[in-house]
């Protein structure tokens, strides 16, 4: 089966980069991406893609040469999933907030949702793509609802994880380590998957697409993130060890990451893993085993989690006292808010979390960030709920620029790991501050050589 129409439920940070890459790719097939929330809709469509939604390197170019073409940004849902033969569902699968199975299970209403009103909508077969990351045998309810609530229409549901990361959307997209389909092992289901190998194979190596049964793809996703945040916590309380020993982690991740078998990647220490995902999918696993019984599996994961709160809280700690044990009153530059660089996603960011303990000690928070305004800033710690969100604005400020944000400050966080924090005049930055002048360094990124022969004190993570 050639398929020649695509629909994908969700215009968010996957749904979007994923399928105007696919548009990209297959001009023989029409995109359409639909989405309730009118405004990321029209975000999308806006004349100029330097507007569009979501900051990716890249993302703006594959935008500007599929759109109007065969590549559409839409918020008739239905529409969309009539003329469809394939719907990817591509929606947000956040941590439960309430009921059973709250701070820990993935909240599958907005799954349940699509599944219902594919199985209302569709006149004619379809396959259903899995493109959200869900729990293992999430598939099972989806084709419990297609089959029990459509109009005897035929069905097929397959399991398509993304492996993305933001900041390198685009390029994980066109050159991919591996595209994972899972599929009913029935020769119907054969037939699916055989479908959307054939769509990716227009710009994949067929050797790189790896098919597997329904449960191993959804599971395999759910572990690769597990993998990845589990390296990021191994180094991490790596490097609280280092700074009691007088080793350096960035040393020690070097001398081990030249081992084949553990590899250079994922080794950097930080002041601790944010984004949309890895703790969500974390929580995801621990709170599958424990359903299954298995309180064992759950701990050893759920380890990952609290040794990244740690990371947080330490780095924080550690500003207050170093700063002579307080820092009432006393201006804190933060650089970076974005969970990472080369995004503007600030989803579980460690800023976050660091700025919340230290508004707790009274600090003057001035925040700078290339690519994170201030409203997003003051929403996510409203989000969090500590305190008013007046007192949030009384303790926060967002800078314009980086030497407006570090100009009088006792001291400077880094937070994000942006390549321009390397490059500014760190002497002027020196010269307006208060003295001692202490940068905490919470991505090892700044030459601590320099900044310590300008004057600074340096602190970086694990050294
Ligand atoms: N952000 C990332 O880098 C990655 C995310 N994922 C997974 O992909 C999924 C989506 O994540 P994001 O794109 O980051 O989420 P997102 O929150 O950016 O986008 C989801 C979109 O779905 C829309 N939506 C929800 N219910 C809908 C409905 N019934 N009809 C139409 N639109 C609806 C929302 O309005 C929102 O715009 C999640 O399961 C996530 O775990 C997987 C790999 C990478
Ligand atoms: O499912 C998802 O959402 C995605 O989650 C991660 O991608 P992402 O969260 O976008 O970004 P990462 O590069 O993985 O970084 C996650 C966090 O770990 C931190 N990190 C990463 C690597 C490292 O060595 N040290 C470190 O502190 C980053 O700064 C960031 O806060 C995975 O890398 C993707 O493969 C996956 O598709």
């Known amino acids: ?29 029409k995109v359409t991406v639909v989405d309730l929330n009118e405004a990321r809709i029209a ?21 500007a040469e599929a759109r109007g073409r065969n590549l559409f940004f839409s918020t008739e849902v239905e529409k969309a999933i009539d003329e469809a033969e394939m719907i990817f569902i591509s929606v947000n699968t956040p941590t439960k907030t309430y009921g059973s199975g709250k701070g820990m299970a993935a909240d599958l209403k907005y799954i349940e949702l699509c599944a219902r009103q594919i199985a209302r909508v569709s006149k004619s077969n379809k396959i259903v793509v899995e493109k959200s990351t869900l729990p293992v045998r ?18 097929q549901i397959l399991s398509n994880p993304e492996f993305l990361a933001e900041g390198t959307a685009v390029q994980d997209l066109l050159n991919p380590d591996r595209i994972l ?3 009913d092992t029935t020769e119907e289901g054969q037939h699916a998957i055989n479908a959307l190998v054939d769509v990716y194979a227009n710009w994949v190596d067929r050797a790189r697409i790896l098919t597997t049964n329904l449960w191993s793809s959804e599971l395999s996703k759910l572990t690769a993130n597990a993998f990845l945040a589990q390296r990021v916590s191994s180094i991490n309380a790596l490097s609280e060890l280092c700074e ?6 960035n040393e020690v991740a070097k001398a081990i990451g030249m081992d084949s078998r553990i590899g250079p990647k994922f080794l950097k220490a930080s002041v601790g893993f944010g984004g949309s995902c890895f703790q969500k999918d974390i ?5 599958i085993a424990k359903a299954y019984g298995l309180n064992e599996v759950a701990d050893y994961w759920g380890q990952v989690i609290i040794m990244n709160d740690h990371q947080k809280r330490r780095f924080a700690h550690k500003i207050v006292t170093t700063l002579y044990n307080t820092v009432s009153g006393k201006k804190i530059a933060f650089l970076g808010w974005a969970f990472k660089k080369d995004t503007n996603d600030t989803r579980e960011s460690a800023a976050i979390y660091v700025a919340d303990d230290l508004i707790n000690e009274q600090a ?77 360094d919470g991505r090892n990124i700044l030459d601590a050589k320099k900044l310590t022969e300008i004057g600074f004190v340096y602190k970086g993570i694990g050294s």
């Open 364 to 440: 003057e928070l001035h925040v700078f960030d290339p690519k994170v305004g201030e409203n997003q800033i003051l929403s996510d710690l409203n989000y969090l709920d500590s305190r008013t969100p007046e007192e949030n604005r009384k303790q926060m400020t967002v800078a314009e620029n980086p030497y407006e944000a570090c100009k009088g400050a006792h001291a400077i966080a880094v937070l994000t790991e942006w390549d321009e924090f390397r490059n500014y005049d760190w002497k002027k930055i020196y010269d307006n501050m208060m003295k001692p002048a202490f940068v905490f």
């Open 1 to 29: 089966m050639k398929i020649t129409k695509i629909c994908c439920i969700g215009a968010g940070y996957v749904g979007g980069p994923t399928m105007a890459v696919i548009a990209q790719k297959c001009p023989d097939i």
């Open 181 to 183: 389909i899972g599929g």
């Open 138 to 155: 999430t598939a099972e309810a989806i084709k419990n609802i297609l089959d029990n609530t459509g109009n005897g229409v035929r069905f």
């Open 283 to 287: 929580l995801n696993l621990v709170y």
């Open 244 to 249: 009691k020993t007088g080793a350096d982690v």
């Open 43 to 63: 975000a999308w469509n806006d004349p100029d893609t330097n507007n569009i939604p979501i900051y990716e390197p890249g993302l703006s170019d594959v935008v």
